[in-house]
C-alpha cells in the first residue's frame, strides 16, 4: 500500500498560487459568499441561502487540498436544489473533518495487526490504514488520477466532470494507483450521509436541513399516544437535536 | 507475577444476561459471586440518559456499545480451505460489552423455540424418515425439552416485563396470538405493544391469504410493570432510536435495568470491571476449572482467582475460545469430524424486502426497532417440508419502525446512490416505504466450526477464534421459500413498487446481518455428541457451566435471547437444587 506522500504525480500538486480556501471562498463553494454579503461576480450563482451563516469552520485534520476536495465532492453527492443546500453548506465537509480528526478516524477499536493480506471481498476491510489515512490517500490518488484524465486536481473540474469522475470511482472505473477507487468511493459517500443526516452536534445538518427535508422530528420524547393520533396522517413537528435539549 | 486471591464460591466470566441471572440466582442460594466483566461498567442512571442516548451516529454508527476489535476479535472465511483474516471492524454481527453485554443494544425480540426445536432430528426422522436429513447436515436434538423448560421461559418473561400475546394458554389456542407456539403457563407479562402503520397493513393482507399474524413478542414494557424480583421498568415511549442504544426508561430490558440493581446492593455479589478473562485453569485429572486468570485493564496486572463453581457467559466466541485455550473438550477436527468444541457453528439467515405505498402514511422514524407484526405460519415444523428440498424456516415480519435518518432511509432498488435525484427519491419514499424481513433458521453443518487462528492473535496474546462458515444450500432455498411466501403477501398489500432482497450466495462480514451466532458447545445427551449436559454443566468439568447460545445444537427460526435466558434459569435451579448439596455431574455419562 502506497502511502499518499509517495503516489506518482504527487510533485505536481500546485497548480496556481491561489491558495485553496481562498479560491473556494470566491467560487462560493464554501457556501460563504451569500452568508458573508461577498456577491462576487460570476461566482455568485443561483444557489439556494446556505444553511447556516457560520464563518468558515477550522479543520482539525484535512490540510486545504483536501479540504477542497472535500467540499467539492460533498456539493456533488449532495448538490444544493429545490430540497436542500449543498452538502458543504450543510456542513458536511466539516463533519467529515471531525470525525476523521476523532477517535474513530484514528483507528479506535479496530484491529489493527499484521499480517496483511488482501482478502476476499466477504471478509471486509483488510488494510493498516486507519479511516483518516485512508481517506487522506484515497483524495490524493483521486486527485492524480483526475490530474492525468482531466488535466486538473478533482476540486477544479467543472460541475458535470465532477459527477462524471464521482460515478467513475463508485464504479471501480476511475483506476487509482495501488488504491481502490470504489472503496474510496464507499467511504466518501458513507462520510458525506453521515455528515448530511446526522445529529447537528457533529458539525453537520445545518439548521436541520436534512431532517426538515425528510419529516424528521429528532428527539422528541414520547410518541406513545402520537402512534395512534396519527395512524397514516403525517406528523409534522419542529426537529429537535441533542443541542435543543442540553 | 501472577496474584493469587482468595477463594470466592462462584464466578461468572463475563456479566451480560446470563452471567448476571447466573449472579443473582446464586447469591440468592447463599453464595459469594464475583463477575469479572472485560468492558466497562454501565448503569442506566448515568450512562443511558436523554438526550445522550438518543444518538445514531455515537451508537448506531460508531458503535459505542460494541466490542472492542483493537483488544479483541475473531478470524473468518467462507470456506475449510480459504485463508481466514481477521475482522477488523465488526460488522455483520455486533457482541457487545461492557455490563450488559449484547442484552443492551438488542432489538428485544424475545422468542421461545417450537417444542419441535427441542426434538430436531427427531422430529424430521419421524415424518420424512433418517434418510431425508442430509449427511453433511449435523443438528441434534436438544436434551432438554419444551416442557422442562416453560417453567424458565416464564421466569424470564416476567423478569423482561415482554410484552406480546398469547397464542397457546396451557394448550387453549387464541387467534390473536401465536396459533404456533408451544402451551404457555402463563399470559405475557404485558399487553402487546403498538403496531405500526405497517404492520397492521401487513397483518390484514396475511389474514386475507389465510396466515396467522399477530404482534411480535418484544421484551419491552407496553406499561410500567413491577418485575418478578420486584424492580420497577418503565413503559415504551416508541422514541425510535433502541436498535443498537440503551432505554432510558427501563422499558427495553437488560440486566442492567432489571436484575443488577438488586445485584449492585447485595454484599455477596461483588462486579469487577475492565477484568478480562485470559484463562481458565483446568485440572483434567480432578475434572474442575480450579480458577480463572485474568488482567485488570486498568493496571495491566494479572490475577488469579480460585472459584468453586465458573460460570463461562461470555458471548459464543468467547466460550469456545476459552475451552479451546484450556484444553477442555475435544477440539472439533472438519478433517476427521471427531471432536465437539467448536463444532455445529450456527446462525440466522435473514433475507428482507422493502415495498412503497405512495398513498399512505406510515411516520416511520417511531416505535421500536422490534416492533412488527409478524406470521409463523413457515417456521420450523410449522408446515409440511414434504419435497420442497430443504429444512428449517423462519417467521416473516413487518416492521416499519425505528428508521433513523442516516441507517432507515428506504427507496426503490436502481435508485441512484447520491446527486439531486438520489435526494427527490429520498424525500419521496421516506415515509412511504414498508420494510419486511425473514428471520430463518440456519441447521448446522459440518463445515460450519470455529477452531483457533494459527496467525492472528487479540491484544492479550491469545490466539483467535477462527470462524469457518457460509450458509448451506438447504438455508438458501428455505430462504427463496421464505421469500416467496413474504411476495405473496406484499402483493396483497398491494403496493405502488416493491422489492426483493434475497442474501448473496455468500455469507460477508458486512453489511449487518444478526447478532445471533449459536453453537460451538452444543449441549445433548451424552459427552459423545455434546460439549454440555442438560443443565449447561461440562461434561469435563463439573464445576463449569456454560451459558448463552453456544449450547445450541442448531439455530431455529427464532430470536435466541429467550431461549438463552431461559436456559440460565433453568440452570441456575440445578445447580442451587442439586449441585451445591452433592457437588459433582449432574448426569452420569
Known sequence: ?246 | MVTRLKDVDAVTVGLGWTGAIMARELTKAGLNVVSLERGPDRVPGEDFILPTVRDEVRYAQRLELMMDNSIDTITFRNFPNDRALPIRRIGAFLPGEGVGGSGIHWGALHWRFLPSDFRIRSTLTERYGAKSIPDDMTIQDWSVSYDELEPSYDRFDKICGVSGQAGNLRGKKIDAGNVFEGPRSDAYPNAPIKSSNAGLMFGAASKSLGYHPFPAPVAIASSAYVNGEGVTLGACEYCGYCNRIACETNAKASANSTLLPLLRLDPKFELRARCFVTRLNYDKTAKKVVSVTYTDMRNGEEYEQPAGIVVLSAFVFGNVQQLLLAGIGEPYDHATGRGLVGKNYAYQFEAGANAFFPDKELNPYWGSAGMGVVIDDFNGENFDHGGLGFFGGGYLTCNTAAAPPIAGRTVPKGTPEWGSEWKRATVKWYHHAARFNTQGSVYANRDNYMDLDPTYKDALGRPLVRLTYNAPDNEHKMSRYLLDKLEGVIKAMNPAHYDMHPRPRNFTVVPYQSTHNTGGTMMGPDPKSSVVNRYLQSWDADNLFIQGASVFPQQHGYNPTGTVGALAYWSARAITTNYLKNPGPLVHA
Open chain 1, 1 to 246: 500500500m502506497a502511502a499518499r506522500e509517495t503516489l506518482p504525480g504527487e510533485g505536481a500538486m500546485t497548480e496556481d498560487t491561489i491558495p485553496r480556501r481562498k479560491f473556494l471562498l470566491g467560487a462560493g463553494v464554501a457556501g460563504t459568499a451569500v452568508a458573508t454579503g461577498l456577491v462576487q461576480g460570476a461566482a455568485a450563482d443561483a444557489r439556494p441561502t446556505p444553511a447556516s451563516a457560520a464563518q468558515p469552520e477550522p479543520l482539525l485534520v484535512l490540510n486545504e487540498t483536501e479540504h477542497a476536495f472535500t467540499v467539492a465532492a460533498v456539493d456533488t453527492l449532495i448538490p444544493a436544489d429545490e430540497l436542500s443546500p449543498s452538502g458543504s453548506d450543510c456542513g458536511v465537509a466539516v463533519y467529515i473533518d471531525r470525525q476523521l480528526a476523532s477517535a474513530w478516524g484514528g483507528g479506535a477499536k479496530t484491529y489493527r495487526a499484521g499480517p496483511y493480506v488482501q482478502g476476499k471481498p466477504e471478509q471486509g476491510y483488510q488494510l493498516p490504514l486507519t479511516p483518516a489515512d485512508f481517506f487522506a490517500a484515497g483524495i490524493a490518488a483521486a486527485n492524480v488520477w483526475s490530474r492525468k484524465t482531466y488535466g486538473h486536481d478533482f476540486d477544479r473540474l467543472e460541475p458535470d466532470q465532477r459527477a462524471e469522475a464521482l460515478k467513475a470511482m463508485q464504479e471501480g472505473k476511475a483506476e487509482f494507483a495501488n488504491f481502490s477507487s470504489r472503496a474510496f468511493f464507499a467511504r466518501l459517500l458513507a462520510l458525506t450521509m453521515e455528515g448530511f443526516f446526522a445529529d447537528p452536534i457533529y458539525g453537520g445538518n445545518r439548521n436541520k436541513a436534512s431532517w426538515r427535508m425528510l419529516g424528521f422530528p429528532g428527539l422528541p420524547a414520547t410518541y406513545a399516544n402520537a402512534i395512534d393520533q396519527y395512524r397514516d396522517k403525517r406528523y409534522v413537528a419542529e426537529p429537535q437535536s441533542i443541542a435543543d435539549f442540553s
